[in-house]
């Protein structure tokens, strides 16, 4: 029993170099990772990393299914710490620990909200990580609405299509938020990590130079715009 246990702590601790050297490489090379590359920095040889990793694609995914998980957990803590009753101040915790997050890690930003990786298709299995973060948002429109803290608005609803998509997502996240109410949600979590990706990738150099200010400006509009009320 003892020996199985230090071999599954020796294979855990190999499994976390891998993803850390493959972590840089994603800095230099982008998301276009070598096997070959990472076993060389490892110190072994090429056929040894697929003890661990069947092919590239397993090892991107392990890199993506970590990087939302991160990204995930960074924003359930943020907002964890904010009063209950503050729904704007919860989302703009959310917002803030989002663009934190893609400040500190920004080619591991770049692998999850960057361009697709040529030939790789993400497995089913990263999809609950993926949406841990939209998670939060939605349990702040669900106690927004039970507490009568969103404002209605007059947007005509959704296409009938559209519609049936934003019912989809408000039956998994928030099903006491109107379809309307959900779509300016929805809305505005584009709109939060498109500043965030214009700002990782160079787009408001030279344009936005106080991008601290600018960004919780953009936010708070956001929080109107959803209708929260407190």
Request: hydrophobic content about 45%; aromatic content about 8%.
């Amino acid at each position: 029993m003892r020996a199985n246990s230090i071999r599954a702590r020796v294979r855990a601790e190999m499994t976390d170099e891998i993803k850390e050297i493959a972590r840089r490489h994603l800095a230099t090379d982008g998301a276009n990772l070598s096997l070959r590359a990472v076993a060389r920095d490892l110190g072994v040889v090429s056929s040894a990393i697929y003890r661990y990793f069947a092919s590239r694609d397993e090892l991107l995914t392990a890199l993506i299914l970590d990087a939302y998980n991160a990204l995930g957990g960074s924003a359930e803590e943020a907002e964890s710490a904010v009063p209950r009753n503050a729904y704007t101040d919860r989302w703009l915790a959310v917002a803030g620990s989002v663009r934190g997050w893609a400040l500190q890690r920004p080619h591991e930003y770049a692998l999850i909200y960057g361009s697709p990786v040529p030939g790789y298709q993400a497995p089913e299995d990263t999809v609950i990580a993926a949406t841990r973060a939209v998670r939060v948002l939605g349990g702040i429109l669900q106690d927004a609405a039970l507490a009568g803290a969103l404002r209605p608005n007059d947007d005509p609803p959704p296409p009938p299509d559209a519609a049936q998509d934003v019912e989809r997502i408000l039956a998994a996240l928030a099903p006491d938020v109107p379809v309307t109410t959900m779509a300016r949600g929805l809305s505005s979590w584009v709109t939060l990590f498109g500043q965030v990706s214009f700002e990782i990738f160079g787009q408001l150099r030279n344009t936005i130079n106080h991008r601290d200010e600018f960004f919780e400006h953009q936010m708070r509009a956001q929080a109107r715009y959803i209708g929260l009320t407190v």
